[in-house]
Each structure stands twice: as structure tokens, then as C-alpha cells.
């Protein structure tokens, strides 16, 4: 298609005006010899081609196209380069004036003007040159628009081109007018606000996002790069981190612009980047036990579910191990899965821990705030271990998490969604702290929908073996050396002991022989003292004797912070604990224990209920 086509009803126009005004015929071809307008007899063949279409026979519209130089006929009829219709003896046209249209020197076309009568002919012929000067002004003018034609094409296309590009950003882009109204709204701004296609553009920024940042920048405000402002999504709200910069021309501020990402998805990455991958799978469970086998398969079923799992299992059975395992086979594998160890973090501590702060919270705060675990997690899991360790003014809050599905931060004011599995683990007596008032009782049931315990690992005697196989492979190939042999007696000798400290400790039993082994097969004698000089420092009696000994020791040092802290009020308790280096609760479970203090009234712990 020529470009002159394009512009055909221009060329018509302009045709028309020159017939009209200067009573002559007018005709305008293309540079393929296509008439693309015409007055008289050459209206009803626009469309048509001119010299059979070929610019190089030799005729008057093709030398203008090739030479770019303009032509006058006086007398059509007695040349035979005119026209293929001078060979055939039928040329009408008395006289002609032809011009090119050219466009940084390419021709577009030729303008020509033609007269049909005696008349006419004597129009043109009287002022030839002047004749054909008017045709090369109108030829400039046909070119211009052909060249606005161009630009406008191009504008539109880059337009399209960066409207494209801006489409595959990850990042959210809107933008606004001097009014305030959107003018732009890509697709990652539509998914992240929950917008429909339609819904965003040509609409007022404010009637969509009121208190929206970018519309201060109408008002002079300054740029502002990564604030943190809410979205208004229906009964959510989204929290975004935004930058935002005017558009000036002239000095004049005519719209703004701002990017915008999901706050949760911001979190995510920054937590993805600075911790470990460490998917998990249940094949990475070594054992073939039983009893752990119907483990496996319980917590296999529970990953395919969404209920909260709760896992006992005394301390180093791989309770951390089965919550990855559960994650990855489910359907959130995709999403975060976030560690949190409720007894290594100090309890002033924990709250901000778990579910964040607000900027200036309490003294030492960033001044931008921080989220918290639960935020970071959203979408995903959260693994709570050792959640009996849990402070009971902290069991409350995490049991309204769970019930409601949003957290606030610590000196904040407003909810945050969130969508997060909880799977938590212990290796405590959690029903026996129910009855002593040490745990919620409504926490506990909302924990444990899904209950899993983990056998020690002296219930499943058969996957010692095992177990000791795959850490020589794992530990000699950490040091470089191959795989070593386990001599049958040391091997017994792992299979009689009663592993307190479960796969834990006989991970680190194994670490230690083959790190002192200089030969090819671990014996008896690579392995450590407490193993070697017999099992009766781990027998019954001998432990039943030690836990009485702790016991009485324990004692005697609670009632001397006691006698050092005699008043039975709360300052004086918090001070013994501190003092003791324990919580509070812990302090006042051990009074209890030794019988130092009255049990104090139960309350009613199922008030938020076991939902």
C-alpha cells in the first residue's frame, strides 16, 4: 500500500479544489502508477494504473517518478513518449503540466494537470511556468502530509512499542494527567490493585485510590521513591510500596507517574535472598521402621490438606524435618516456608518477631518499621518450634491470628492479611501443661487439627543402621574422604544405646568417628568416651537417680531467689525470674512444681474458643 493511498481522500480533496479553481482536469497517481484521485473522466478510474503500471517503459508519469523532474507537454497527441494511448491514436488530453511529490528525496507520486478542451489548453499554456509552480507548491503540501502521516505512524508505533514494554514489567506502573485523571495502568498495576482491564483508565486517580501519593505531586509535591501506602481493595486492603515522580514540561507539572509492587511480594524477596533454599522431601526421612513408615504416610495426607499440623516428638526426631517435607509436598511448595524458634527468641522480643513493627515502635526500631514472620510467610507456611515455650500473653495473640487470618504490628493500628499455614512443634507435655494452666487450652486445639508424633529413635532400633550408612556417606564426603566401613561391634554398640538426644546425637556421634578415624573401618574405638565406657551412664536407674538430684538441686536454688524475693506480688516474681534467667511462667510452673506458692485459680483458657 503507497502512502499516497493512504492519504487518498486528501489527494481527492486537493484534486477537486484544482479543478474547481482553475477549471482544468486534475490527476494524482501513486509511485506504482495507481491513480489515487482524479476529476472528469479520471474519477471513475481511480484505482486503475497508468502506463500499464511500469515506471521504466518510457512514458511521461514514469521519467517524472525516476527523474524527480517536473514536465510540460504542449501537444500530447503528436509524442509518442507520452502515453501508450498516443500509439493507438487515442489520446484526448491537448496539453499537460506534471509535477513530482517527493519526500526526502524519494518521489511519492505525480500531480498533474491536463486540459481536455481548447479552452483549458489555453489556460495552461498561457502561464506555463507559472502553472507549474502552483503544482509545486501543492505537491510540497501533499509531501508534508504524507510526512505527518509518517510521524504520526511512528509515534503511535513507539507508543504501542513502550505501552508493550511497560505491559511485561513486573512492576505495577500508573499514571495521570494534570487533572488527575489515568491515562495509563499496566497490567501488573491492574493485577495488584484488583482492577478490571476498563476499569482504571480515563477514570479520576482519586475516585480509585483516594489519598492516593501521586496526586500530592499535582500539587507541587516533590518525587518520592519506596513509601509504603494502602490500597483500598474492596474489604482488604493492599499494602503497597510506591514511587512516584511528576512529569514536568516547560516548568509545568502536566501528569505524574508512579511504580507500585506488592509490599508482600517486596518481603518475599528480600527474605528469599538472604536465606537458604532448603526444599525437603520425604525420601530425604531416612528409615524404613514401621513405625515411622505410618508416620510418614499420616504426614504425607496432611500435606495434601490446609489444617494446622502440630508435631511432638522429643527433642532432635527431625520434628523440623517432617515441616519442610509436609511443605514441599503441598500445594504452597511455591510459596515461603519461614523457621521460627519460639525458645531461642527473647521474650521481649517475640511479638515484633512474629508479626512485625511499625516505624519508632519502642526505642531501637527502624525507622521504616519491619515486617514480621507471618507477613513474610503469607501465602505460605510458618513452622513454629517449640511453640510450648510460648508466653501466655503471646499464645493469646498468635490464637488471634489464627481465628482471623490478619496480624497488626507491634504500635501499629492497622490489619494485615495474611495467609499462612501454621505447623508448630514441641517436644513438651503440651496437655500436661493444659492441666497446670501453662497453655491455652483453646491454642492447643486450634494447633493440633492435624496431630503428628514422631517415635525417639530407641522405638525404631531397625533404622539405626541406616541412619549410620547415610551420615559416614554424608560427613567423609564433607571431608573428602571415601565412605568408610562401621565394624559390626561399634555398629551393635549404636544399636544398644539408648539415644536421648534421638538422630540429632547420632548424627554427631557419627560426625565425630569419622572425623578421628584415620583407617578405612569405624570401630569401637572411634567412637566417643560416653559410649565406650558402657551403657549404664544412660541406664534407667542411673538417669532416675541424676533427674532426682536435679530435681533437689533445682529446688534448694528456687528457694534461695525466693527468700531474696519474699513478696508474693508481680514486680518481686519477675525480678526471681530474671534473676533465675527464666519467663515469669516458667518461674511460677517451678513453685509449683516444688509446691513454694498456692496454685492459682484457673481461668476460663476457652473463651476464644476451639474454632
Not at 263 to 279: A, E, I, K, T
Not at 407 to 430: F, K, M, S
Not at 453 to 466: Q, S, V
Request: hydrophobic residues 40%; aromatic residues 6%.
Amino acid at each position: 500500500m503507497s502512502e499516497l493511498w493512504a492519504i487518498r481522500q486528501t489527494c481527492q480533496q486537493l484534486a477537486e479544489v484544482i479543478s474547481a479553481a482553475l477549471d482544468v482536469e486534475a490527476e494524482i497517481v501513486d509511485d506504482e502508477l495507481r491513480i489515487v484521485a482524479g476529476v472528469g473522466k479520471d474519477a471513475a478510474r481511480v484505482g486503475e494504473y497508468r502506463e500499464g503500471g511500469d515506471r521504466n517503459a518510457g512514458y511521461l508519469y514514469g521519467r517524472v517518478l525516476n527523474t524527480l523532474r517536473p514536465e510540460i507537454v504542449e501537444d500530447p497527441r503528436s509524442d509518442p513518449t507520452y502515453d501508450p494511448s498516443v500509439l493507438r491514436g487515442e489520446t484526448e488530453e491537448l496539453a499537460e503540466i506534471c509535477c513530482p511529490i517527493v519526500l526526502e528525496g524519494r518521489a511519492l507520486g505525480v500531480l498533474a494537470m491536463a486540459a481536455m478542451t481548447p479552452s483549458q489548453r489555453a489556460t495552461l499554456m498561457e502561464r506555463p511556468r507559472h502553472m507549474l509552480a502552483f503544482l509545486g507548491k501543492v505537491a510540497d503540501l501533499l509531501a508534508s502530509k504524507v510526512s505527518e502521516l509518517r510521524h504520526h505512524s511512528l509515534l503511535q508505533l513507539q507508543s504501542l512499542r513502550l505501552e508493550a514494554m511497560v505491559d511485561t514489567l513486573v512492576e505495577g506502573v500508573i499514571a495521570v494527567d494534570e487533572a488527575g485523571v489515568v491515562t495509563h495502568c499496566n497490567r501488573a498495576a491492574r493485577n495488584i490493585l484488583r482492577l478490571n482491564d476498563s476499569t482504571a483508565v480515563g477514570l479520576p486517580l482519586a475516585r480509585i485510590w483516594p489519598g492516593a501519593g501521586l496526586l500530592r505531586l499535582l500539587e507541587g509535591h516533590p518525587a518520592y521513591q519506596n513509601e509504603e501506602e494502602v490500597f483500598p481493595a474492596g474489604r482488604h486492603q493492599v499494602h503497597l510500596l510506591v514511587s512516584a515522580v511528576p512529569i514536568v514540561v516547560g516548568g509545568k507539572t502536566m501528569g505524574a507517574v508512579a511504580s507500585l509492587r506488592d509490599l508482600r511480594d517486596v518481603h518475599r524477596l528480600v527474605y528469599h535472598m538472604s536465606q537458604p533454599f532448603q526444599p525437603c522431601s520425604f525420601d530425604d526421612i531416612i528409615g524404613e521402621s514401621p513405625v515411622l513408615a505410618r508416620v510418614k504416610e499420616q504426614a504425607q495426607r496432611a500435606a495434601a490438606a490446609t489444617a494446622p499440623v502440630l508435631i511432638t516428638g522429643e527433642s532432635g526426631t527431625g520434628k523440623e524435618m517432617f515441616a519442610r517435607a509436609i511443605h514441599w509436598a503441598g500445594p504452597r511448595s511455591s510459596k515461603p516456608f519461614l523457621s521460627v524458634n519460639c525458645g531461642a527468641i527473647p521474650e521481649s522480643l517475640l511479638e515484633s518477631e512474629l508479626f512485625g513493627y511499625e516505624g519508632g515502635a519502642f526505642t531501637g526500631a527502624r525507622k521504616e518499621g519491619k515486617p514480621g514472620k507471618f507477613e513474610l510467610a503469607d501465602g505460605g507456611t510458618i513452622f513454629l518450634d517449640e511453640v510450648g515455650d510460648l508466653p501466655l500473653h503471646m499464645q493469646v495473640k498468635l490464637l488471634h491470628a489464627l481465628q482471623n487470618r490478619w496480624i497488626e504490628r507491634v504500635g501499629g493500628v492497622r490489619a494485615i492479611p495474611v495467609d499462612v499455614r501454621v505447623i508448630a512443634a514441641t517436644n513438651r507435655d503440651l496437655e500436661g501443661m493444659l492441666r497446670q494452666g501453662e497453655f491455652r487450652e483453646d491454642l492447643y486445639f486450634r494447633l493440633s487439627v492435624i496431630p503428628l508424633h514422631i517415635p525417639p529413635l530407641r522405638e525404631r532400633p531397625e533404622d539405626i543402621p541406616l541412619l549410620v550408612r547415610y551420615f559416614v556417606a554424608k560427613h567423609a564426603a564433607r571431608l573428602g574422604r571415601v565412605p568408610l566401613e562401621v565394624a559390626p561391634d561399634a555398629l551393635e554398640l549404636l544399636r544398644r544405646y539408648r539415644w536421648p538426644g534421638n538422630v540429632r546425637e547420632l548424627e554427631n556421634v557419627v560426625e565425630y568417628a569419622v572425623s578421628m578415624e584415620t583407617g578405612s573401618v569405624i570401630g569401637v574405638h572411634s567412637l566417643p568416651v560416653r559410649l565406650r565406657e558402657g551403657e549404664r551412664e544412660h541406664a534407667p536407674g542411673r538417669l532416675g537417680r541424676l533427674r532426682e538430684e536435679l530435681d533437689a538441686l533445682e529446688e534448694r536454688l528456687l528457694r534461695e531467689v525466693l527468700r531474696a524475693y519474699p513478696e508474693p506480688n508481680q514486680e518481686s516474681r519477675k525480678k526471681a525470674a530474671r534473676l533465675l534467667g527464666v519467663s515469669p511462667a516458667t518461674l511460677y510452673r517451678k513453685m509449683q512444681k516444688f509446691g513454694l506458692s498456692p496454685r492459682p485459680r484457673r481461668t476460663n483458657l476457652t473463651s476464644a474458643g476451639r474454632s
